[in-house]
């Protein structure tokens, strides 16, 4: 028996990349952002899935939308596991910002050493996110089941599978609006596809 897991990021909001989002509230897609998602939908009318699972976060919500409009209107259900990580005070931040301070700085270089102002640290955002498979791959036995989240979510548990150090996050790419999938079973997780983006 085995389960699969679309592991996709969200679509990119309008000033991805220039400033760290977190759990900043109102942060909402674009026009970019959203013909983003609707393509990632198209995407996935190839797929068969039976669920969809979000981050609470409004840009996660809003690409887990355009997936199921796609795909049948399947519900989407929130799952706090996958939300981002909890940045704390550093939310809302530009990167300009972010890059002149130490803590973040280290934050960058060895996370498994780190924490973040909130205190969260990547082994407990992996811990959340995989103990979710898990959990989903023990109640629902052969499902096929989407998981809408952020790009350091999808690297911890892409890490977890393949059996690297959380250190490892800066060596694989996970672009918005990707896939990523994987399989669970019994016998552990292998990684099917990596970062496939829709354009």
């Known amino acids: 028996m085995t389960a699969v897991f679309y592991l996709v990021r969200h679509a ?30 198209q995407r996935m009318t190839q797929e068969r899935f039976q669920s969809i699972f979000a981050s609470p976060r409004e840009r996660t919500q809003e690409t887990a939308e355009a997936i199921a409009a796609a795909c049948g209107d399947l519900p989407v259900t929130i799952a706090d596991e996958l939300d981002e990580v909890d940045f704390g005070s550093w939310s809302g931040s530009s990167f300009d910002e972010l890059n002149k301070l130490g803590e973040w700085q280290r934050w960058n270089s060895m996370r498994s050493m780190a924490e973040t102002p909130s205190g969260e640290t990547m082994l407990d955002v992996q811990q959340r996110s995989v103990g979710l498979i898990r959990r989903l791959a023990a109640q629902n036995a052969d499902a096929r089941i989407v998981l809408v989240s952020h790009a350091d979510i999808i690297k911890s548990v892409v890490s977890h599978v393949l059996g690297l150090p959380i250190d490892a996050w800066p060596r694989f790419e996970i672009s918005p609006a990707s896939i990523t999938t994987i399989v669970v079973g019994e016998w552990g997780g292998k990684l099917h596809t990596l970062n496939e983006t829709t354009g």
């Open 12 to 41: 990119a909001h309008d000033n991805v990349g220039g400033f760290l989002a977190g759990r900043s509230p109102s942060i909402h897609l674009g026009p970019d952002g959203l013909a983003q998602a609707r393509r990632l939908g």
